[in-house]
């Protein structure tokens, strides 16, 4: 564990520098949770790169990380004479009631508790994680280190069921083995905790950091209350990670609302108070980023990236004008366009096919997408997942739809623009993966298309299932808003 | 998720295959056949034979055998037995369903 723990961190280090980098002044707890999935994403290139040039995995790719992480390093040394990126606005504290904030942190404490040592048993009874952990991306990452000058074989005999799975997360995971010298069982659990660890602390950070620590506790205890999502962590799925990426897209959009520019409440609505500010700027540039990384860990991760591009720029033009949503989109594109143009090429030139498209061809999904009792099943399928979603005893939704009914919803103006992208985008997600289950081989029991659906609408959810509470927990009030509304009709007046 | 006592379905697996791992080369490609046609099992010996590369059938010299059915019988030595095809092929059996068969060294 000695030589793990270094070995785990050190992408962590080199996510932190580029991030830091990207966004200088943002705020340090938030550069390091985004730093677990840019480190990650950049790092998986590296150890990829290194493969290709190297020809064979070995413990050199330590010495090219340290190289990365100096250079960073320096480069932002130097940087550090720029000009401060200007505050935000002071928003007044809001009257905070320490007991009901204490109350609900020390449950978020409790969950994540509970949450933790679920994760150990878990992992001590299933070390291997599972089902598609050691079939396809952990398989990847062992066959990677130790295959020698073979490790290309991956693409042309070794087995694989998901042929065309971007590398994100065995190539992760083989770095991180490559930088030990031999194979751990404890890597990929190691990694699967991060993950699971930075999805929830950046849900907390950008709530606490654009509402109140108490309605962030009550974020955090709901998504490490669900016990799917959990599950998905110890079982070491690629899930999680693009949970990570969806969500700091969205938590990135939802900052620069904050961090950006302030509109005059006077005056032509459409011109800025001050002019746009670099912060800004560099926040799109970095939810480029992750959206554009999500390509590389899942391929529901493309159509994350282009939703949001189109979704983004049409709310923006909706609220700002043409030219500013030109403009956000820009960067947004710009800093998403690296790593979708190497997840493209990785599937141009090294990844299968689709096993969805292979079983049937295309002419067999188009046929299928015209079968109107497939909707109907699907429909029923969603319905049933979404009510029971995610193992909870009761349906979560319906408790967090009465929950909105008594708090009541308040959206601040500011983040309209990128409140509608984020909620617009789960949607069209959801209607997406409601399409790929439609269009999907499976016809025949027992693997027919509710099969497909118990197996994977679940998970699908879960991908989307942070990026919903962001935006729930976004929208409806918050506890300390509604105690403060309530102390001030009880308190006698002046 | 995980029944009282029950033994992980993994880490199950990795018993039954670990003496025959034993016996494998380093590199190379392994047959495998099976009287399941459990895809889980398939990519689970994939991933506990890594770097070897698995290939469904009898075409490779080496075969792994999984069986189901066949009671289990331990080897005199506690490993396992060996028996000769009339081919020639060596029948290496673990007494758990688990057999390998090596054809490389054919007389």
């Given at each position: 564990m000695i030589v793990i723990g270094p070995a785990v961190l050190f992408p962590i280090i080199l996510g932190f520098v580029v991030v830091h980098l990207l966004i200088p002044r943002e705020k340090p707890l938030i550069v390091a949770l985004l730093s677990v999935g840019v480190g990650y994403g950049i790092f998986s290139w590296m150890v990829f790169f290194w493969l290709l040039v190297a020809g064979e995995a070995s413990r050199g790719i330590l010495?090219?990380?340290?190289?990365?992480?100096?250079?960073?390093?320096?480069?932002?040394?130097?940087?550090?004479?720029?000009?401060?990126?200007?505050?935000?606005?002071?928003?007044?504290?809001?009257?905070?009631?320490?007991?009901?904030?204490?109350?609900?942190?020390?449950g978020f404490i409790a969950v994540?508790?509970?949450?933790?040592?679920?994760?150990?048993?878990?992992?001590?009874?299933?070390?291997?994680?599972?089902?598609?952990?050691?079939?396809?991306?952990n398989m990847k990452a062992r066959f990677i280190l130790l295959s020698g000058k073979d490790w290309k074989q991956l693409f042309t005999t070794l087995p694989d069921p998901v042929p065309d799975y971007p590398l994100f997360l065995p190539l992760s995971v083989a770095g991180v083995l490559m930088s030990i010298g031999n194979d751990s069982l404890a890597v990929p659990a190691a990694i699967a905790v991060l993950f699971?660890?930075?999805?929830?602390?950046?849900?907390?950070?950008?709530?606490?950091?654009?509402?109140?620590?108490?309605?962030?506790?009550?974020?955090?205890?709901?998504?490490?209350?669900?016990?799917?999502?959990?599950?998905?962590s110890f079982a070491q799925y690629a899930d999680i990670p693009l949970a990570f990426f969806f969500l700091a897209t969205m938590a990135l959009l939802i900052l620069h609302a904050w961090r950006g520019p302030v509109k005059t409440s006077a005056g032509d609505p459409r011109k800025w108070g001050v002019p746009p500010d670099q912060a800004g700027r560099r926040l799109l540039i970095t939810a480029g980023l992750t959206a554009g990384l999500s390509a590389w860990v899942k391929n529901e991760?493309?159509?994350?990236?282009?939703?949001?591009?189109?979704?983004?720029?049409?709310?923006?033009?909706?609220?700002?004008?043409?030219?500013?949503?030109?403009?956000?989109?820009?960067?947004?594109?710009?800093?998403?366009?690296?790593?979708?143009?190497?997840?493209?090429?990785?599937?141009?030139?090294?990844a299968g096919t689709n096993a969805l498209v292979q079983t049937q061809g295309r002419a067999g999904m188009m046929h299928k997408l015209l079968m109107p009792h497939r909707y109907l099943e699907v429909l029923e399928g969603f319905r049933y997942h979404l009510y029971h979603l995610a193992s909870w005893p009761e349906s979560i939704l319906l408790l967090l739809a009465v929950y909105c009914v008594i708090l009541g919803v308040r959206i601040e103006k500011r983040e309209r623009p990128a409140l509608l992208t984020c909620a617009a985008t789960v949607l069209i997600m959801l209607c997406v993966y409601f399409l790929v289950l439609v269009g999907s081989p499976y016809d025949t029991p027992p693997f027919d298309v509710?099969?497909?659906?118990?197996?994977?609408?679940?998970?699908?959810?879960?991908?989307?299932?942070?990026?919903?509470?962001?935006?729930?927990f976004l929208t409806v009030q918050t506890p300390d808003q509604i105690m403060n509304r309530l102390k001030s009709r009880s308190s006698p007046a002046v | 998720v995980f029944k009282a006592?029950?033994?992980?379905?993994?880490?199950?697996?990795?018993?039954?295959?670990?003496?025959?791992?034993?016996?494998?080369?380093?590199?190379?490609?392994?047959?495998?056949?099976s009287d399941s046609n459990d895809e889980?099992?398939?990519?689970l010996t994939q991933?506990?034979?890594?770097?070897?590369?698995?290939?469904?059938?009898?075409?490779?010299?080496?075969?792994?055998?999984?069986?189901?059915?066949?009671?289990?019988?331990?080897?005199?030595?506690?490993?396992?037995?060996?028996?000769?095809?009339?081919?020639?092929?060596?029948?290496?059996?673990?007494?758990?369903?688990?057999?390998?068969?090596?054809?490389?060294?054919?007389?």
């Open positions: 010495l090219a990380e340290a190289a990365a992480i100096i250079a960073g390093a320096i480069l932002s040394n130097r940087r550090r004479g720029l000009g401060r990126v200007p505050a935000p606005r002071e928003v007044p504290p809001p009257w905070r009631i320490i007991s009901l904030e204490t109350a609900l942190i020390i994540a508790g509970l949450a933790a040592a679920r994760y150990i048993v878990a992992t001590r009874m299933a070390p291997y994680g599972s089902f598609d952990a050691w079939e396809s991306y699971i660890c930075a999805t929830v602390g950046l849900l907390l950070a950008t709530l606490g950091e654009s509402r109140s620590r108490s309605q962030a506790a009550l974020a955090g205890m709901v998504l490490l209350g669900t016990p799917f999502f959990v599950h998905l991760g493309f159509v994350f990236f282009l939703v949001v591009c189109i979704t983004y720029f049409g709310f923006s033009w909706q609220a700002l004008g043409r030219q500013d949503a030109v403009r956000r989109a820009r960067k947004f594109v710009l800093g998403g366009a690296g790593p979708i143009i190497l997840a493209l090429a990785f599937k141009l030139k090294f509710s099969w497909y659906i118990l197996v994977t609408a679940p998970r699908l959810f879960m991908q989307l299932w942070p990026c919903f509470l962001l935006v729930f | 006592g029950t033994p992980d379905f993994a880490v199950a697996y990795r018993e039954r295959l670990t003496p025959a791992r034993a016996l494998l080369p380093d590199h190379g490609t392994v047959g495998y056949i889980g099992e398939f990519y991933y506990l034979v890594v770097p070897l590369v698995l290939e469904k059938g009898q075409r490779p010299d080496l075969v792994l055998v999984n069986n189901h059915v066949a009671k289990a019988t331990l080897a005199e030595d506690g490993v396992y037995r060996v028996s000769r095809l009339p081919d020639g092929s060596a029948v290496y059996d673990f007494g758990n369903g688990i057999k390998l068969i090596d054809r490389r060294h054919k007389p």
